[in-house]
């Protein structure tokens, strides 16, 4: 790529970001849900969708990530750990009641949209969109184009559905642990703290870990709590800066040729993920009755969507930020951990009914 075509990409970026957030202020001043991520997203969906799709900028992308993940580590405190810990058999629970859902609801996949039954799996799998995909060659299949096609839909439709659905059930902010930020200036300690995170994702995503800026920057931010070393915090403007090229990146995602090869995918694709997100939260709703937790924060922990995008809105309404943050990484692992021996396991189960 020349210097020009680089430049141009660049700026090309920078408009869209500015439109979205541009868009994004004027929803936060008329209080609509998550402005700051729901705006940038829509802004370059849209965009994107006729064509103009603005190039994803990775170095902008895993900043935004270490950041969210360092406010979501200093959620936490020593104290609510053991609460934590005791909740471990629940997410596992409710990681694993996610993937069988995932799959039962998958075979309107094979049925309505004519894929096989590990392809239908994978694209419906609360996983990574890239690990799902890949996962699909390594297994031979030839579908990964509809893979990314229903896994984009069902990401962006669960970001955007998600915030708006529980800011209308939720009547008023509550007072649990809210994300870690504040609104001090950038100091030393938010610097060196970054550059950690930073490192501990590069070092992370070289093992092969997934959402591996994420998961680095809470580990850090944890250590950080426990300890107290730099009592670092993340300013708000980082927060919101970072919720805007999240958006972005979701939204970029959406490509005018995919959606024109694949219409009938996509359209499935929709309705299963809708359907497959609405038994999931209803089953976490109805579990929450008999636990003393919050039933619209377990709903937001259970909710097959991005860790980054749930925490915020959990943020937003006033839920457990720790709880919600600890449910959706333990999906996360157990998902793409077993991924490969579930789409086996689910491909012999098919052959062995036919």
């Known amino acids: 790529m020349t210097k020009r075509a680089s430049f141009d990409k660049t700026l090309h970026w920078v408009f869209v970001a500015a439109l979205g957030a541009a868009l994004a202020a004027v929803g936060d001043y008329y209080s609509t849900p998550m402005p700051w991520l729901l705006a940038p997203l829509l802004v370059a969906g849209v965009i994107s969708a006729i064509g103009y799709a603005p190039a994803e900028s990775d170095t902008?992308?895993?900043?935004?990530?270490?950041?969210?993940?360092?406010?979501?580590?200093?959620?936490?405190?020593?104290a609510m750990l053991p609460g934590l810990v005791a909740l471990i058999p629940l997410m596992i629970a409710v990681a694993v009641w996610s993937v069988v859902v995932a799959a039962v609801c998958s075979l309107l996949l094979v049925r309505f949209a004519g894929l096989d039954r590990t392809s239908a799996l994978l694209a419906n799998m609360p996983g990574g969109l890239a690990e799902m995909a890949f996962l699909a060659q390594e297994m031979g299949r030839k579908t990964a184009p509809a893979i990314v096609t229903v896994q984009t839909v069902r990401l962006t439709s669960m970001v955007i559905l998600i915030p708006v659905v529980m800011s209308l059930l939720v009547d008023s902010r509550g007072d649990q642990v809210q994300l870690g930020q504040g609104y001090a200036t950038?100091?030393?300690?938010?610097?060196?703290?970054?550059?950690?995170?930073?490192?501990?994702?590069?070092?992370?995503?070289?093992?092969g870990i997934k959402n591996a800026y994420i998961i680095g920057a809470i580990v850090v931010s944890l250590i950080d709590t426990v300890t107290g070393?730099?009592?670092?915090?993340?300013p708000t403007l980082f927060i919101i800066a970072s919720q805007i090229?999240?958006?972005?990146?979701?939204?970029?995602?959406?490509?005018?040729?995919?959606?024109?090869?694949?219409?009938?995918?996509?359209?499935?694709?929709?309705?299963?993920?809708?359907l497959t997100s609405v038994v999931t939260l209803i089953s976490a709703i109805a579990v929450s009755t008999f636990l003393a937790v919050d039933a619209y924060t377990l709903a937001l922990a259970g909710a097959p969507a991005g860790i980054a995008e749930m925490v915020l809105t959990a943020s937003a309404l006033g839920m457990s930020v720790p709880i919600?943050?600890?449910?959706?990484?333990?999906?996360?692992?157990?998902?793409?951990?077993?991924?490969?021996?579930i789409a086996t396991l689910w491909e012999r189960l098919g052959r062995a009914g036919a």
């Open 60 to 78: 902008a992308r895993r900043l935004a990530q270490a950041i969210i993940g360092i406010a979501i580590g200093h959620s936490f405190s020593a």
């Open 186 to 207: 950038v100091g030393m300690e938010t610097a060196v703290i970054l550059v950690i995170a930073l490192a501990a994702g590069w070092s992370l995503e070289r093992l």
């Open 324 to 341: 919600v943050a600890t449910f959706q990484l333990t999906r996360i692992f157990i998902v793409n951990a077993f991924a490969a021996p």
């Open 245 to 274: 090229v999240l958006g972005l990146a979701i939204g970029a995602r959406f490509r005018r040729e995919d959606i024109m090869r694949l219409p009938r995918v996509a359209i499935v694709g929709f309705l299963v993920s809708l």
């Open 229 to 234: 070393v730099l009592h670092a915090t993340v």
